[in-house]
């Protein structure tokens, strides 16, 4: 199976386009169409040729940024998909998969309904395919890319080996433009100038060397189910059934040395609706101790009818989690009991709520600093400043004050305070590079000011524009 246009038609699925359309993907410096649907390909535009040159060709075209990450995604779905026609599928580079259909055609009718079965489904899906079939694996994918029969496998061009573009150039100026000339030419010095690679792909087109079809392993699920011979309905009971499904999911996770970092439990009725109780973990945790009294307040709040006849749990979202060094000491670490506290909380405010600051690569005060989720952030090294920062940050607030020395005496909030110590000036001039309003009037003299009536203030001085103001409070 060869999907020629298999980026565009994901996109095109989803939302249809008339007219010639193309997706565009950056190289270096400049755009470059990625991948063209057929009414571009008419209009004379191809892929790798410069999107400003396709625009002044074609002005209606319309593209759209291309996602191989997302193309990947789809590739791996089609896979499968193909699965329901022999169990060995396989992938072929990134916009083709490969079948061995030995033992299962005749479920179709013979190969030829088998065929005709695949473009009728995928032409409903609207994907593009050129499908070939052979003998060998080789001489399928040059039917698929090149067309023609396996009886005419030596008529077609030595690009139908897939062969390197420099190397069907050196056999086309040999004079070896098909397969039929280069079988029978001399093997000795194609080998000593083209390297082993060469013969091996003919003979591997030819059947004369094996090429095995290796199918992808699909990725580990992580789920536990269990069936009730009686409904239940006590919370007991649930958090006791949930505790026997989390032995077996908590052990498939450290076999494969993962994480959990979102648990769905879901628990069907006797009259077939279903409740889920979803649980967000603040990092990956495989320990069932750990984990089943977080499930507790979302017990709670179901409703169990007539009785819970079936539980089912998953891990619906996974991250790595390497095993690591135990010592003979069993308390839980101080970053686990952070870790559990920040679940419990954010099971009542939510996750993104629980908030940390990390350290930002800037000396401005007000951009020193980064919020980020503490669930989905790790705590940063600490800032990298030469002098104290206050421990509160506010916007500047103007207090009366004249000349360049801290004032004696002023207010502030209405409050009257007495400087007893003023350390500094530390200047910190303005970012060029950003537009900052507030950073407009020049650099900032600031001040640690320690105050008579126990205040430890942030002050700093314009010279530009002479004014007084008040940033920070040290703790």
Not at 145 to 157: C, D, I, R
Request: proline letters at 9%; charged letters at 20%.
């Amino acid at each position: 199976m060869w999907f020629p246009r298999l980026p565009s038609d994901r996109v095109l699925r989803a939302r249809p386009v008339e007219g010639p359309f193309a997706l565009s993907l950056r190289v270096g410096a400049a755009e470059t169409l990625y991948c063209l649907n057929t009414t571009a390909e008419r209009a004379g535009l191809h892929r790798g040729m410069l999107l400003a040159d396709a625009r002044s060709f074609c002005p209606g075209l319309l593209t759209r940024p291309a996602q191989p990450d997302l193309d990947a995604r789809f590739l791996a779905s089609l896979r499968r998909w193909a699965g329901r026609y022999c169990p060995w599928v396989g992938g072929d580079g990134t916009d083709g998969l490969v079948l061995d259909v030995t033992g299962s055609a005749h479920l179709w009718g013979g190969e030829a309904g088998m065929l005709a079965d695949m473009q009728a489904r995928l032409a409903r899906a609207r994907v593009s395919c050129r499908l070939g079939i052979g003998a060998t694996r080789g001489a399928a994918w040059a039917q698929a890319h090149f067309g023609g029969t396996e009886a005419e496998l030596l008529t077609l061009p030595v690009a139908a080996l897939r062969l390197p573009a420099e190397t069907v150039t050196g056999l086309q100026r040999l004079g070896l433009g098909c397969i039929g000339d280069l079988a029978a030419a001399a093997r000795a010095p194609l080998a000593r100038r083209f390297g082993p690679g060469l013969l091996a792909r003919l003979d591997q087109a030819l059947g004369y060397l094996p090429e095995p079809i290796t199918p992808e392993a699909e990725p580990p699920h992580f789920a536990t189910r269990m069936t009730l011979p009686e409904p239940i309905g006590l919370v007991a009971d649930v958090m006791a059934a949930a505790e026997r499904l989390l032995g077996p999911l908590c052990a498939k996770l450290q076999a494969q040395e993962m994480g959990a970092r979102r648990l769905c439990l879901t628990l069907r009725r006797v009259d077939q609706a279903s409740q889920q109780v979803e649980l967000r973990l603040a990092a990956p945790m495989r320990e069932p101790a750990r984990i089943l009294p977080l499930f507790q307040r979302g017990v709670d709040e179901v409703e169990a009818g007539f009785g819970i006849d079936q539980i089912r749990l998953e891990a619906v979202q996974v991250e790595p989690l390497p095993l690591q060094q135990i010592g003979h000491a069993t308390t839980q670490s101080s970053p686990d009991r952070l870790n559990d506290l920040i679940t419990r909380i954010g099971t009542r405010i939510g996750l993104e709520n629980i908030q940390r600051f990390l350290p930002a690569d800037s000396h401005i005060p007000e951009r020193s600093f980064l919020i980020a989720p503490a669930a989905f952030s790790q705590p940063g090294q600490g800032w990298g400043c030469p002098r104290p920062r206050p421990l509160r940050l506010f916007p500047p607030e103007p207090i009366e004050a004249t000349g360049t020395q801290p004032p004696g005496q002023f207010r502030w909030r209405r409050m009257a305070l007495a400087t007893a110590r003023a350390i500094g000036p530390e200047r910190i001039a303005p970012e060029w590079w950003m537009q900052e309003d507030s950073w407009r009037s020049g650099v900032r003299d600031y001040w640690r000011i320690d105050t008579r009536q126990g205040r430890r203030l942030w002050l700093f001085h314009t010279p530009q524009s002479p004014g007084w103001f008040v940033q920070g409070e040290f703790a």
